[in-house]
């Protein structure tokens, strides 16, 4: 897998890019792939140094990851049903819906907010309540909650983090690698479970 710079992604891509990044991560099956964690605490940090406005930045990625999950669920209500039935592909791998739809099986409407901060999860979760035809209202009320919480609190982070150390963006790796294993040890932890029990 290429190294990738994060800095200089979101440097690069600016608000622009990281708005498409974060709507795609929240609904487009082909966003998994993204950093969403990541990629917030960054822009934070960089926020930090001026090369944002933190104010502006979060409301305008909370609207993102809000309007991406709610595509997603859009999305499960016309085609989840197709997608069900079609064979792995590259990019798309029918196991992610499946494991999605054990999430929200298991947590009901709190798995859109709790979806949030789990990767690749995050993406699939709202696919899965549009092919259930979950109340929208209901949806809603999670995917605004959980939007806003997650945003603000992964910006804020990386701002924060940003204000009090020295040179953070130094130290930018270790703490993204931290983030990668804190996003995804709930699922680990779940998988052994299940392994467990059966």
Known sequence: MPHIDLVELVKTWGYYGLVFIVFSENGLFFG????GDSLLFTAGLLASQNWFNVWVLIPILIVAAIAGMGVGYWTGGKFGSWL???????FFKKHYLVEAR??????????????????IVRTFVPIVAGVAEMNYSKFMFYNVVGGTIWVTVMTLLGYYLGLAVPQADTYL??????????????????????????
């Open 102 to 119: 054990a999430f929200y099986d298991k947590h009901g409407g709190k798995a859109v907010l709790l979806a949030r901060f789990v990767p």
């Open 32 to 35: 998994f792939f993204f950093p």
């Open 84 to 90: 069900l039935k079609q064979k792995d592909t590259w």
């Open 173 to 198: 790796l270790p703490i993204i690698l931290g983030i990668v294993i804190l996003s995804i040890l709930p699922g680990v932890v779940h998988m052994r479970r299940n392994r467990g029990s059966k």
